[in-house]
C-alpha cells in the first residue's frame, strides 16, 4: 500500500522567514510526487517531481527530490501572510489510476 | 474554458440519510476521480469514472457509489451516512484516466452528517 507522511503537521512562522516542508514516501513502482497548496477548498497544483526532473523553482518556491531516500522537501522562502495554507504531498505509481495524498502541513505566516 | 463545479456547496444530513453530490469535469476532460477528505486528512481516493463506467476504486464501501453522464459529468452516492462520513469531497477531472498527476481539482462540498 502507497504511503506518504509529512512534517511537520503545522507550523507557524513570522512573515519573512523560510520554510522547509517534509515529505517521505513509499510508492509501488514511482512515477511522480507532487505538491499542492490548499487555501479554502480546492488544492492547486504547484509542482511536480519525476525520475526525470528532480528539482522545480516557481519564484519563492522551490522543491527538491531524493529518489534514493525516498522523500521530498518544498521551501519557501521570504514568507508571506499569503503563504498561509496546507501544503499536501502526493504521489503517483506507474499504472496507478490515483494519487496518495499525505496529511498535509498547515502553515500559518503572522505578520 | 470553465474550471471544475462542484454542488451543493454545503450539506447537512443525518444518520441513515443518502446524499447526491455532483461534479462538473473542466471542459474537454473525459475523467472524474472522487476524493474524501475528513478534518486534518490528506485526501483519500473513492473511485475514478471514465467513459461512464467506474475505472478504479479505493478502499471504500459499497455504500458509496457514483455515475457519469455522457457529457462527463459525475455523481456521488452515499447511502446509510454515518458519523465518518462527515468530510470534505472534492472532485478532480482530468484528460485521461492514467494521467492523475493532470487532474484539476474543484472546489468540493462540505457535507456534515449529525
Known amino acids: 500500500e502507497d504511503k506518504v507522511v509529512q512534517s511537520p503537521l503545522s507550523l507557524v512562522v513570522h512573515e519573512g522567514d523560510t520554510v522547509t516542508l517534509n515529505c517521505s514516501y513509499e510508492?509501488?513502482?514511482?512515477?511522480?510526487l507532487l505538491w499542492y497548496k490548499q487555501e479554502k477548498k480546492a488544492p492547486t497544483f504547484l509542482f511536480m517531481l519525476?525520475?526525470?526532473?528532480i528539482e522545480k523553482k516557481s519564484g519563492r518556491l522551490s522543491s527538491i527530490l531524493d529518489k534514493k531516500e525516498l522523500f521530498s522537501i518544498l521551501n519557501i522562502t521570504a514568507t508571506q501572510t499569503g503563504d498561509s495554507a496546507i501544503y499536501l504531498c502526493?504521489?503517483?505509481?506507474?499504472?496507478?489510476?490515483?494519487?496518495?495524498f499525505g496529511k498535509g502541513t498547515k502553515l500559518s505566516v503572522i505578520p | 474554458e470553465t474550471g471544475v463545479t462542484q454542488s451543493p456547496t454545503h450539506l447537512i444530513k443525518t444518520r441513515g440519510q443518502q446524499v447526491t453530490l455532483r461534479c462538473s469535469s473542466q471542459?474537454?476532460?473525459?475523467?472524474v476521480s472522487w476524493y474524501q477528505q475528513a478534518l486534518g486528512q490528506g485526501p483519500q481516493f473513492i473511485f475514478q469514472?471514465?467513459?461512464?463506467?467506474?475505472?478504479g476504486r479505493g478502499n471504500f464501501p459499497p455504500r458509496f457509489s457514483g455515475l457519469q453522464f455522457p457529457n462527463y459529468s459525475s455523481e456521488l452516492n452515499v447511502n446509510a451516512l454515518e458519523l465518518d462520513d462527515s468530510a470534505l469531497y472534492l472532485c478532480?477531472?482530468?484528460?485521461?484516466?492514467?494521467?492523475?498527476?493532470?487532474?484539476?481539482f474543484g472546489p468540493g462540498t462540505r457535507l456534515t452528517v449529525l
Open positions: 478532480a477531472s482530468s484528460l485521461d484516466p492514467r494521467d492523475p498527476e493532470g487532474q484539476f
Open positions: 510508492v509501488t513502482n514511482f512515477r511522480s
Open positions: 519525476t525520475s526525470s526532473g
Open positions: 502526493a504521489v503517483g505509481g506507474a499504472g496507478s489510476y490515483q494519487l496518495t
Open positions: 471542459s474537454g476532460h473525459n475523467t
Open positions: 469514472y471514465y467513459r461512464e463506467e467506474e475505472n
